[in-house]
T-cell receptor, first 112, second 117 residues
C-alpha cells in the first residue's frame, strides 16, 4: 500500500536555528513528490514539486531534496513567520486516478 | 484573486441536516478535487473531476455524499443526513492537465470547516 510518513510530528526551533523535516514514502513508483505549507484554519499552500532522485528546489529559506526513498525539507535560519504545518504528498506512478497521498505533516514552531 | 475559492468558509449544522459546499477552481484549470481533513491528519482524497466528468470516488465517499461539476466550472459537494463524524475541513483543489506538459501540482482553496452538532 502506498504510504507517506513524516517526522518529526512537531518541531520547536529558536529563530535562526536551521533544521530538516523528513518525508519517507513507500510507493510502487513515483510520479511526483510535493511539499505544502498549511497555516491553521487555511488550505495547503503549494511549495515544491520534485520528480526524480537527486532533484533539489529552493525558495527563500526552504530547500527540498529527493532520494529514492525520502525527501527532506531543509529550513535555513528560520523566522517566526515560518511557523506552520508542512505537508508532504506523493503521486504514485501508474495511478490513473490522479489523487495524491498526504502524510500527517510536521508542525513547525519558530520561537523568537 | 485568481486562486481557488470555497463557500461557505464555516458551516455549523445539526445532525441529520443536509449541507452543500461550493468550490470555484482557478479559471483555466480542468481538474478539480475534493479532500477531507481532520485535526492532526493530512488531507484525504474524496473525488475528482476532469471537466464535468467525475472520474474517481474514494471509498471514503459514502452514498450520503454527492459531488457535481456542471459545465466543468464550479463544483458542489453535498452531504445528506449529516453525522457527527462528518465534522472536518473540506478542501477543494484544482490543477491543469494539458497535452505536451504534464504537471501534477494541485492548488488548494481555503476550505470549508463543517461542524455537526
Amino acid at each position: 500500500e502506498d504510504q507517506v510518513t513524516q517526522s518529526p510530528e512537531a518541531l520547536r526551533l529558536q529563530e535562526g536555528e536551521s533544521s530538516s523535516l523528513n518525508c519517507s514514502y513507500t510507493v510502487s513508483g513515483l510520479r511526483g513528490l510535493f511539499w505544502y505549507r498549511q497555516d491553521p484554519g487555511k488550505g495547503p499552500e503549494f511549495l515544491f514539486t520534485l520528480y526524480s532522485a537527486g532533484e533539489e528546489k529552493e525558495k527563500e529559506r526552504l530547500k527540498a531534496t529527493l532520494t529514492k526513498k525520502e525527501s527532506f525539507l531543509h529550513i535555513t535560519a528560520p523566522k517566526p513567520e515560518d511557523s506552520a504545518t508542512y505537508l508532504c504528498a506523493v503521486r504514485p506512478l501508474g495511478n490513473r486516478d490522479d489523487k495524491i497521498i498526504f502524510g500527517k505533516g510536521t508542525r513547525l514552531h519558530i520561537l523568537p | 484573486d485568481t486562486g481557488v475559492s470555497q463557500d461557505p468558509r464555516h458551516k455549523i449544522t445539526k445532525r441529520g441536516q443536509n449541507v452543500t459546499f461550493r468550490c470555484d477552481p482557478i479559471s483555466e484549470h480542468n481538474r478539480l478535487y475534493w479532500y477531507r481533513q481532520t485535526l492532526g491528519q493530512g488531507p484525504e482524497f474524496l473525488t475528482y473531476f476532469q471537466n464535468e466528468a467525475q472520474l474517481e470516488k474514494s471509498r471514503l465517499l459514502s452514498d450520503r455524499f454527492s459531488a457535481e461539476r456542471p459545465k466543468g466550472s464550479f463544483s458542489t459537494l453535498e452531504i445528506q443526513r449529516t453525522e457527527q463524524g462528518d465534522s472536518a475541513m473540506y478542501l477543494c483543489a484544482s490543477s491543469l492537465l494539458r497535452s505536451g506538459r504534464i504537471t501534477y501540482e494541485q492548488y488548494f482553496g481555503p476550505g470549508t470547516r463543517l461542524t455537526v452538532t
